[in-house]
């Protein structure tokens, strides 16, 4: 009998780690184009830290966390989301100041409590930025392109962004008091944590997925019409940057994140390839968030992209043409002398830089080409007995299928 893998979570295969492995190096190429630098931070936390950031209201906290106790009592949690570490280790080490802009990039394991189902794992990844101490609408533009230029560079198709503005401090009071009064009439059949939203977080009941709380939800109002000046500027400002760069958006009133930190900008990533799970990233703005963990008053903006769902969609074959080979070169070899000849050669163009590979099952040559083809060979290098008597071997350029005869002593060469 064998073990399986824990409910939620998934082994990535090999074939698939290519496709993680082309995925992560473009996110962090995007990423340094525009001047982030990576940060590591620990898989665990302390539990208070995701509480106070992500609110004790949110499904994620309330619901979904990997809680546990550590040997001293001490309780930690399996980090949910990144935005929060991030804060933490910026202020712990001082790369967070209210009077200079800090670019950080993360890519790695999150982990929620949440039913699986398609697109929606308890391990999860994702790779995503933070931006510190700037107010600018251009930043929250910024991200938002960087978006659109990852995609662009994995050749994908079919997303659009949907955004909105959840509003400041100085407006949420109002927003709060209209969804008050919009929801007490009803309240009484509504389920039992909109009950107790009403009373300490209103606006987390937008969030709510319950059926018979929907057609409450839907004619509540929404934030973007009780913003406050600054709000509505800085909204104004961030829509018209993206018309101006041809991004294709929506602003959708009813966008509300799973994440009480937001303040202004909130948006989601949509692929039109995916099923019910269709967010591939989101992210917003939250200036409240830094002070709230202990630092001056910081504003920062950021985003993160699930990177199952990304593969999902690299994977539905969605891509434009033009994806790389995975083998420079296969060296098919017949007999022990070629196979000698061979497995030189192939050490040299390795040290050369080019991927290459060949068979170690004492295969027939045969097999060994029709391996070649599976691992998407560029060119083989045939060196078959009675051809190296001769004193050649045979390259053979896998896409137009031509044949060039190389002498032995060329071979190092050409390889
Ligand atoms: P989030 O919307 O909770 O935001 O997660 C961002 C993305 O992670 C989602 O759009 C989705 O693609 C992916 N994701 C979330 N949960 C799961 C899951 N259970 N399984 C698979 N994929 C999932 C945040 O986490 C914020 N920290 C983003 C942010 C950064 N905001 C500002 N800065």
């Known amino acids: 009998m064998y073990y399986s893998v824990p409910r ?3 082994d990535i295969l090999p074939e698939e780690a ?11 190429d995007i990423f340094r184009l525009s001047n982030y630098l990576e940060i590591r931070t620990p898989i665990f936390e302390s539990t208070e830290l995701f509480a106070r950031s992500i609110g004790k209201t949110t499904d994620i906290v309330s619901k979904e966390m990997y809680e546990f106790k550590d040997r001293k009592g001490r309780s930690l949690t399996l980090r949910p989301e990144e935005t929060a570490p991030v804060v933490r280790a910026g202020l712990e080490h001082s790369l967070i100041r209210p009077d200079q802009v800090t670019k950080l990039y993360y890519i790695g394991p999150m982990f929620r409590y949440e039913r699986p189902q398609a697109g929606r794992q308890r391990q999860f990844h994702q790779a995503g930025v933070e931006v510190f101490g700037s107010a600018d609408p251009l930043i929250d533009v910024e991200v938002i392109l960087l978006n659109r230029q990852l995609f662009s560079a994995l050749r994908l198709k079919g997303l659009s962004v949907n955004i909105n503005s959840v509003g400041c401090k100085k407006c949420r009071p109002e927003f709060r008091k209209q969804l008050k009064d919009h929801f007490k009439y009803n309240i009484n059949k509504m389920c039992a944590d909109c009950q107790n939203r009403l009373e300490h977080n209103p606006l987390r009941i937008l969030d709510c997925k319950e059926a018979k709380c929907q057609k409450y939800i839907e004619l509540a109002p929404a934030s973007v019409d009780t913003l406050c000046d600054e709000c509505k500027g800085h909204f104004g400002a961030v829509i018209k940057q993206l018309d101006y760069h041809q991004v294709k958006f929506v602003v959708n009133k009813r966008l509300v994140r799973g994440l009480d930190y937001y303040t202004k900008t909130s948006f989601e990533i949509i692929s039109s390839n995916l099923g019910a799970q269709n967010a591939v990233s989101g992210g917003g703005r939250y200036d409240d968030l830094v002070a709230e963990l202990g630092g001056k008053p910081t504003p920062a903006v950021g985003f993160a992209i699930g990177l199952e769902r990304l593969i999902e969609v690299m994977k539905k074959g969605t891509r434009d043409e033009g994806r790389g080979t995975q083998l420079d070169l296969f060296i098919a070899t017949l007999g022990d002398k070629a196979r000698e000849l061979g497995f030189d050669l192939l050490i040299k163009a390795r040290q050369k830089g080019r991927s290459a590979d060949m068979d170690y099952l004492g295969k027939a040559l045969k097999t060994q080409l029709k391996l070649a083809d599976k ?13 190296l008597n001769k004193g050649y071997g045979i390259l053979k350029d896998m896409k137009t299928s031509k044949q060039t005869e190389v002498r032995i002593d060329s071979l190092e060469e050409v390889v």
């Open 375 to 387: 691992l998407g060979a560029k060119q083989v290098l045939i060196l078959g007995e009675d051809e």
């Open 8 to 10: 939620g979570t998934k």
């Open 18 to 28: 290519l496709l993680w492995q082309e995925l992560e190096q473009t996110c962090r």
